[in-house]
């Protein structure tokens, strides 16, 4: 069995990771990943409180960790583009250019960064929540318990790629999200949705998801 290291910003994303891209690796591949969500402050005694990416030295600190398991064939992350901190590798030096390459630049300024073959960076463009706009059909609607999917529709409709919905403060996917749902919860409803969506409606979707997951099965 082939094993795999994600690094992963919250609880949202761990259950993805847990119940949708876990069983999905697996089956193509044989290859076994495992979520690890990203450690926001290190206690002395107790549990350390996990979630949120604050700073580039968490995330290099964790992830340096991770490749001290010599068994592992790939370590990833997968952590939201949006609100990313400004002392990470690329970012002060983003060409003027596509949101696909510009998040490129910074993924390939962390690999040479954190300088190991089996490293696998990757950042959502912009959030998990872009995931949730691959399909908007009324069957979907009971994730969000009420709200007006229409709006989310119309977003969609906007755009070649739900990857394309940009990272504004209030324009961004979790706040599209928020307007015509107010009583979204991202832990409870997001992974339900993409449950539901299923990975290869997303894949067809959203190619800079598709890539990460392409280098992930060649691994």
Excluded at 4 to 21: A, C, M, P, S
Excluded at 146 to 168: F, M, T, Y
Excluded at 190 to 218: K, T, Y
Aim: charge should be neutral.
């Amino acid at each position: 069995m082939r094993r795999g290291l994600v690094l992963v910003e919250g609880q949202t994303e761990d259950l993805f990771v847990k119940t949708v891209l876990q069983p999905y690796l697996w089956n193509r591949t044989s290859l076994w990943v495992i979520p690890t969500i990203l450690i926001t402050k290190v206690v002395k005694s107790g549990a350390n409180f996990k979630g949120g990416v604050r700073s580039y030295a968490q995330v290099h600190r964790d992830v340096h960790k991770l490749l001290q398991d010599a068994d592992v064939a790939v370590i990833t992350t997968f952590i939201d583009y949006y609100g990313l901190p400004g002392d990470f590798p690329g970012m002060s030096t983003r060409p003027i250019g596509t949101a696909r390459q510009r998040v490129a630049h910074v993924q390939d300024a962390l690999g040479a960064a954190i300088g190991d073959s089996r490293f696998v960076p990757f950042f959502m463009l912009h959030e998990f929540e872009a995931l949730l706009f691959c399909d908007l059909g009324d069957h979907r609607a009971w994730v969000y318990q009420g709200g007006d999917i229409e709006k989310l529709r119309s977003v969609r409709r906007a755009v070649v790629s739900p990857e394309d919905i940009n990272d504004g403060y209030d324009t961004a996917p979790s706040r599209r999200v928020l307007a015509a749902f107010p009583g979204y919860q991202k832990t409870f409803h997001g992974p339900l949705a993409v449950m539901d969506i299923g990975i290869e409606n997303m894949r067809v979707q959203c190619p800079h998801f598709h890539e990460w997951l392409s280098r992930l099965e060649a691994a």
